[in-house]
């Protein structure tokens, strides 16, 4: 019996297979303020996932969370120029408050530089209070024209990291430390996504920083997403707040400082690596479900063993439901589960009791078999530990498939347009090629090296830049 | 040699006090906005230990977390006429978006009811997606005209949970559910705060519910701080949403619904039950940083016995701190680590380590005594026990003591001015009573009944009002 496609396939319509999967599969909803969004359980349950592993690497990197406020006096956000011209366009402003026009309207955060900032210089007295290394899990508003759900979004969810130092090299070192070992580690251990590092090129740097170090994930339509950024401020910020420390020697110095964050983006990032025609796919590692066991039919002796499995897999480390609601047709239920990309699904009938088996149904891999039921709490942790590898080696094997090394503005378009990127030398692109690729809405992703490292200047030799079109 | 005072005293001047604590244990400086606040690591951190043990209760209840926006268009806030009367005077707008203004300004949620019965309203459509339960943690924002850190905030943090039932009792045993499995247990097990389950008079009920259920827990000062209320909202959003559910015999009806609430409000209630004139004292069970193993010299030995020692109690399970900062007066360091309450203190110096002993400081008790340092890993958790229970006996025997039983409003209101809480029976009071009441600030903290049980209505026989102060 052939199912009716409950997706748009991907192919036939990548932007709206993608909105099929996140309503299909609860992910989320429209806000009733264009350009916000509802998370609904399901999607959230992913997002406290990627919290929960990015907040443990943040903290071992040595920074610790605290909470700033959302408003922000709008006199803050003209205290560095080039900030200010990054920002302005996308403001949110509150007027009025408490029933009154407020005398200084406030600018709900688009990103905490500016206010963290003004504090840093109040707690920052010593090179003994550096570095100073906090992080931040809030909202932030930029007003989104062309929104869409998880990658651009009025509203969203994001960590920001801000850090102050006491040189140049300490702050540039952290910047790389959150980009390779934070980031980098979280993206491809745990969402499976193969990313490339680089640094953005002058023109895609973060408002207001000297250096801006990125991750690019190359999504299943070829396109690239941006999927977080690492940025050396420089002395840019503790200028325009006269952020200084006394050195050991006695002078007042201006701090290093450097800012990372990475958001809800990194669901979209995730539907659109992992997911296919059938729904979502979910690395276990990070899947809030990573097994869920179904009972076929309304039987006593059914419900009674998806219910003592659903506990010893839980025993063996396993995040787990159980799905019991036998009210439900089963067929539908089992669609669900596989939308929604739980990578391991056992099916009990009372003819599965009676064998002694289940059926295990992969999502990862695909394909379906019966598996002895007394078997599966030992056998399904290295099972999805192989499926957690295959996704990262699909994501890597797409990525190599789609990108071409070109020697041209044209070729590289080219490639581009088709659904891939191009690598091709900085030196012969550079700032005025960059200009040309815009023309066709094509941007340089980031500058890598020869060897797959991240350049330690724009000019470094033998650099290349990555170039497709980006969400 | 006496130590000049760190902190204003309790008795010289509380809420000066409590803003000393504040800022002398780095919990939060005030915001650039009036009213706003920055909370800093140590008093983020206390959030969020809050957080993961009221979250795993909350889960284990039952609901789930999602994520709501944070505008809500302004004509949603009129759709329920005491809801709207109720927050209509601390909402912030925003009229600037993109900017351009807003064709509908949007409001800066104050909380979450009108926003997730939209979306309810939606979800909702057989007795089989019944009962509906979800938890948001969030931000929210009422304008707030006397502001006091942590107490009263214009954003603060806070945990609102949503549900939608098929029937009265079971909306009705839910909001119960919260009041005691998790809010009263996470602040009498884990805050060591006393608290006293009640339910709300009429004139104290939330805007828009039918009941609202409280704890209520005394301060140092004798006034009351209202640390969580669970509401049940009965049919009233439900009505202003038309949220209906198929029932099971075919026909439209009208959900029934609670929502609950707990903030950072939380954190000052700690603050104001456990502190003293040396500054914080964190339960055991809360605690960030349970121990602190200070090393008194910069000597390598020592050094190395004191991260030996970390280790040591890390690995039986305490989550310590390691002060290795010699570059810093010992005294200093002692001092600091005292206001900001952590329980057990370790101090080890050349002679401790000639002795093979260490000295433990134990900040809830108090006291200083040498300990032999090989066994502090397995004598330490059972003192932090004892350290946990003492200090709920503490708030406990303090809100007795300062509560006395009265007959006449006469009476209740010179308990209160005289920094207790009264009791009296609510038929005796009543209405008219609360009003005279409130000529001089004091208020009907909640309803109990005799036997300290919450009350099934406002008029049960035997009804007792506890009346007091309140922050």
């Known amino acids: 019996m052939a199912k009716a496609p409950v997706l748009t396939p991907q192919a036939d319509d990548f932007p709206r297979w993608y909105q099929d999967v996140i309503s299909k599969a609860e992910l989320a909803d429209n806000g009733p303020v264009r350009g916000t969004m509802v998370i609904r359980p399901y999607g959230y349950g992913i997002w406290e996932r990627m919290q929960q592993e990015m907040d443990a690497r943040i903290k071992a990197a040595g920074a610790r969370n605290a909470y700033f406020p959302l408003f922000i006096p709008q006199s803050y956000m003209t205290k ?46 010593s ?69 490339v590092l680089g640094r953005k090129s002058p023109a895609e740097r973060f408002a207001g920083a000297i250096n801006t170090l990125t991750l690019e994930g190359m999504m299943r339509d070829g396109k690239a997403l941006q999927m977080g950024t690492s940025h050396e401020l420089g002395q840019n910020f503790a200028r325009a707040f006269d952020t200084r420390y006394l050195s050991a020697s006695g002078s007042r110095e201006l701090v290093w400082q450097t800012s990372w964050g990475t958001s809800t983006r990194m669901v979209g990032g995730l539907i659109m690596t992992h997911g296919d025609d059938n729904g979502l796919r979910v690395p276990p590692r990070l899947a809030p479900v990573q097994a869920v066991v179904l009972a076929i039919k309304d039987d006593p002796e059914v419900l009674a063993r998806v219910r003592s499995l659903g506990a010893e897999l839980a025993d063996a480390g396993l995040r787990v439901e159980v799905d019991d609601r036998t009210d439900v047709p089963f067929g539908r239920r089992a669609v669900d589960w596989e939308l929604k990309g739980v990578p391991a699904r056992v099916e009990i009938g009372p003819r599965d009791l009676a064998a002694g088996t289940a059926m295990l149904a992969r999502r990862i891999p695909g394909g379906k078999a019966p598996v002895a039921v007394d078997a599966l709490a030992s056998v399904l942790p290295g099972l999805l530990e192989e499926d957690q590898a295959l996704l990262l080696r699909q994501s890597r094997e797409h990525r190599e498939s789609r990108t071409t090394d070109v020697a041209t503005v044209e070729e590289a378009t080219a490639a581009a347009l088709a659904g891939g990127w191009a690598r091709i030398p900085w030196a012969d692109l550079g700032p005025e090629g960059e200009k040309r690729l815009a023309e066709d809405a094509v941007t340089v992703r980031c500058l890598v090296a020869e060897d797959g490292s991240v350049p330690v200047a724009d000019d470094a030799p033998g650099t290349l830049a990555v170039v497709g079109r980006a969400y």
Do not use: C
Request: no cysteine; proline share 4%.
């Open 80 to 125: 560095e120029a080039e900030h200010v011209e990054g920002f302005a366009p996308e403001l949110a402003v509150v007027t009025h408050g408490g029933g009154k026009q407020l005398e200084e309207p406030a600018v709900v955060r688009p990103t905490s530089e500016m206010i963290i900032n003004d504090y840093f210089s109040r707690w920052v007295q």
């Open 127 to 195: 090179y003994r209070d550096l570095p100073l290394l906090i992080n931040q899990w809030a909202n932030v508003v930029r007003w989104e024209m062309r929104p869409r759900v998880f990658l651009r979004t009025t509203e969203f969810l994001w960590q920001e990291g801000h850090t102050a130092h006491a040189t140049y090299e300490d702050a540039r070192d952290f910047a790389a430390r959150i980009h390779r070992e934070v980031y980098a580690d979280f993206m491809e251990n745990v969402l499976a996504v193969d990313v």
